[in-house]
């Protein structure tokens, strides 16, 4: 499990990532309130894990506010379950108007 050790090549880059994610969250915490905070998308599938830690202690020099952060288990793939969802919702939603188009409404006819 090599990917769970970071170098000392790979720290000046988690490092940066670390404080640009917790800054990204502690500046809508505040008007969005959440009671958790998902890391995904690249970030969940590129040592999510690695960093949930160190952004949630960077989120608290930063923030008074203290949501909890966990890892999105979808990782990379979370756009694309986003737009299936998003197209299914869509087809559903043709669909049943169509039928609703096609039956008799009360009082007609």
Do not use: K
């Amino acid at each position: 499990m090599r990917w769970l050790r970071r170098d000392a090549s790979q720290e000046r880059g988690f490092t940066l990532i670390e404080v640009l994610v917790a800054f990204a969250i502690a500046a809508v915490v505040p008007v969005l309130d959440p009671a958790l905070v998902i890391l995904g998308g690249g970030i969940a599938g590129n040592g999510g894990d690695l960093l949930c830690a160190p952004v949630e202690r960077e989120l608290h020099r930063l923030s008074p506010f203290r949501p909890r952060l966990a890892v999105s288990a979808l990782g990379d793939e979370v756009v694309l379950h986003g737009a299936v969802a998003t197209a299914l919702a869509a087809a559903q939603e043709t669909l049943f108007d169509r039928v609703r188009d096609t039956q008799p409404r009360e009082g007609m006819g």
